[in-house]
């Protein structure tokens, strides 16, 4: 039986240059802005050993029970937020004044992903000013929040579940093998399958520890799990990903189960854009310049789905999608003349003013990938997708997937 406990070493030397900093100003979180329940969540692992759900420096959460998770770390968050803050600051993404409505987060009520959040967010900010963070709660890992009711996206999801059933027990080999782990671990069978013993072999095999071993007593056979054991495993989730593919059903749950959060996504992006238009009066506060959606693999893998990226691999620890906001430069009447007078046409074919969008997956550009824009013209000087495109997939074209043209009539149209 698994029954991990692994040590939050706050002595031993930070494995990062912001983890002390980071633990020092998690104290003062008490000046931020936090959506109930959140406020009462620890914002980071502070116990002499880490309870369940929590992270530790290098990213394992315990679990006391048959398996343990390995999560998103605080140092893996940190470098991420920091890569990103690198990434933007020469294009002055965040004024130096910015406000409450501009830059926010929001988590589930998980410690998990409200600790990855906060380290990621300490790393992206240059300046991490409590009074002016502000923290929303989504109690959904969908992050549908007042759109969650939808009967059809369940269906879709019983669905696929009975698919990987079915899977899983034609696997004979797959089977030997949990037979053989139950033995040596000495737990019933059924147990260790439902466990997901792959968190936590993954998890081991990450950070360069040796897999499980108990001692041979009444309970087991004893000895250790071992990397064959780990292979079989891993090669049903990969057939499992190709088999899900091949039926469809997934991305059929993907879209509806991520239509509101895509929804909420292009609204906020049209939003900006209209408020960037020349001779626009800019909006008290300012429109929102960068947020952080905190969630699960979950929450990543139907998004994924969604947008079309399905040969995308499972979201691996501390996973990321960005999604981007771009502009294409007004030409003034002298640039225009010196065009003109060259005989020289715009390499991009963009309007002044245009707006795209661009998608990265782990830092890799994937914008082109997506379902609303593999069929684009890729623009020689720009490798941007109009904004458009999006706002057409999230708002009509994504619903011919599930054969509706709305989220309402998807939701609630009769099977059969």
Same mark, same amino acid.
């Given at each position: 039986?698994?029954?991990?406990?692994?040590?939050?070493?706050?002595?031993?030397?930070?494995?990062h240059?912001?983890?002390?900093?980071?633990?020092?100003?998690?104290?003062?979180?008490?000046?931020?802005?936090?959506?109930s329940?959140?406020?009462?969540?620890?914002?980071?692992?502070?116990?002499?050993?880490?309870?369940?759900?929590?992270l530790?420096?290098? =990213?394992?959460? &315990? *679990? $006391?029970?048959?398996?343990?998770?390995?999560?998103?770390?605080?140092?893996q @968050? %940190?470098?991420n937020?920091?890569?990103?803050?690198?990434?933007y600051?020469?294009?002055?993404?965040?004024?130096?004044?910015?406000?409450?409505?501009?830059v926010?987060?929001?988590s589930?009520?998980?410690?998990?992903?409200?600790?990855?959040?906060?380290?990621?967010?300490?790393?992206?900010?240059?300046?991490?000013?409590?009074?002016?963070?502000?923290?929303?709660?989504?109690?959904?890992?969908?992050?549908?929040g007042?759109?969650?009711?939808?009967?059809?996206?369940?269906?879709?999801?019983?669905?696929?579940?009975?698919?990987?059933?079915?899977l899983?027990?034609?696997?004979?080999?797959?089977e030997?093998t949990?037979?053989?782990?139950?033995?040596?671990? =000495?737990?019933? &069978? *059924? $147990?260790?399958r439902?466990?997901?013993?792959?968190?936590?072999?993954?998890? @081991? %095999?990450?950070?360069?520890?040796?897999?499980?071993?108990?001692?041979?007593?009444?309970?087991g056979?004893?000895?250790?799990?071992?990397?064959?054991?780990?292979?079989?495993?891993?090669?049903?989730?990969?057939?499992?990903?190709?088999?899900?593919?091949?039926?469809?059903?997934?991305?059929?749950?993907?879209?509806?189960?991520?239509?509101p959060?895509?929804?909420?996504?292009?609204?906020?992006?049209?939003?900006?854009?209209?408020?960037?238009?020349?001779?626009?009066q800019?909006?008290?506060n300012?429109?929102?310049?960068?947020t952080l959606?905190?969630?699960?693999?979950?929450?990543?893998?139907?998004l994924?789905?969604?947008?079309?990226l399905?040969?995308?691999?499972?979201?691996?620890?501390?996973?990321?999608?960005?999604?981007?906001?771009?502009?294409?430069p007004?030409?003034?009447?002298?640039?225009?003349?010196?065009?003109?007078?060259?005989?020289?046409?715009?390499?991009?074919?963009?309007?002044?003013?245009?707006?795209f969008?661009?998608?990265?997956?782990?830092?890799?550009?994937?914008?082109?990938?997506?379902?609303?824009?593999?069929?684009?013209?890729?623009?020689?000087?720009?490798?941007?997708?109009p904004?458009?495109?999006?706002?057409?997939?999230?708002?009509?074209?994504?619903?011919?997937?599930?054969?509706?043209?709305?989220?309402k009539?998807?939701c609630?149209?009769?099977?059969?």
């Amino acid at each position: 039986m698994f029954d991990p406990i692994l040590f939050f070493p706050f002595l031993r030397q930070p494995s990062h240059p912001l983890l002390n900093p980071f633990i020092n100003h998690m104290d003062q979180g008490t000046r931020g802005h936090w959506e109930s329940p959140l406020g009462s969540i620890s914002r980071l692992p502070n116990h002499s050993v880490c309870e369940m759900g929590e992270l530790t420096q290098t =990213g394992i959460d &315990t *679990r $006391q029970s048959l398996s343990f998770l390995c999560l998103t770390g605080v140092v893996q @968050h %940190l470098r991420n937020g920091q890569l990103l803050h690198h990434a933007y600051k020469h294009h002055s993404l965040l004024p130096s004044d910015w406000s409450p409505r501009q830059v926010w987060m929001e988590s589930t009520g998980k410690s998990r992903t409200l600790q990855s959040g906060m380290a990621f967010l300490y790393g992206f900010l240059p300046d991490f000013d409590w009074t002016k963070v502000t923290v929303r709660h989504q109690w959904s890992t969908l992050f549908c929040g007042s759109a969650c009711e939808c009967p059809a996206r369940n269906r879709y999801l019983e669905e696929e579940q009975r698919r990987q059933y079915r899977l899983r027990v034609a696997d004979s080999n797959l089977e030997r093998t949990y037979v053989e782990m139950a033995r040596t671990l =000495g737990v019933l &069978t *059924r $147990q260790l399958r439902a466990a997901n013993p792959m968190d936590s072999l993954l998890c @081991h %095999l990450c950070h360069s520890l040796s897999f499980p071993c108990v001692p041979s007593g009444d309970s087991g056979a004893g000895g250790c799990l071992t990397m064959a054991q780990f292979a079989v495993i891993r090669q049903q989730q990969l057939d499992d990903e190709v088999d899900r593919r091949r039926v469809g059903v997934y991305r059929k749950y993907a879209i509806l189960a991520m239509y509101p959060y895509l929804n909420r996504t292009a609204n906020k992006m049209e939003r900006v854009a209209k408020a960037t238009e020349a001779g626009r009066q800019p909006r008290l506060n300012g429109e929102e310049v960068f947020t952080l959606s905190s969630g699960h693999d979950v929450t990543m893998a139907p998004l994924l789905s969604a947008l079309g990226l399905e040969e995308a691999k499972f979201p691996r620890f501390a996973a990321r999608i960005v999604f981007e906001m771009w502009k294409s430069p007004h030409t003034t009447q002298s640039q225009a003349k010196n065009r003109a007078g060259k005989g020289e046409r715009s390499k991009s074919n963009s309007k002044d003013g245009e707006v795209f969008i661009r998608v990265l997956y782990n830092g890799e550009d994937v914008t082109f990938h997506t379902a609303f824009c593999h069929s684009n013209e890729r623009h020689i000087s720009q490798p941007l997708c109009p904004l458009k495109n999006f706002l057409t997939f999230v708002r009509k074209d994504m619903f011919a997937i599930v054969n509706a043209t709305s989220y309402k009539e998807a939701c609630y149209k009769q099977s059969g």
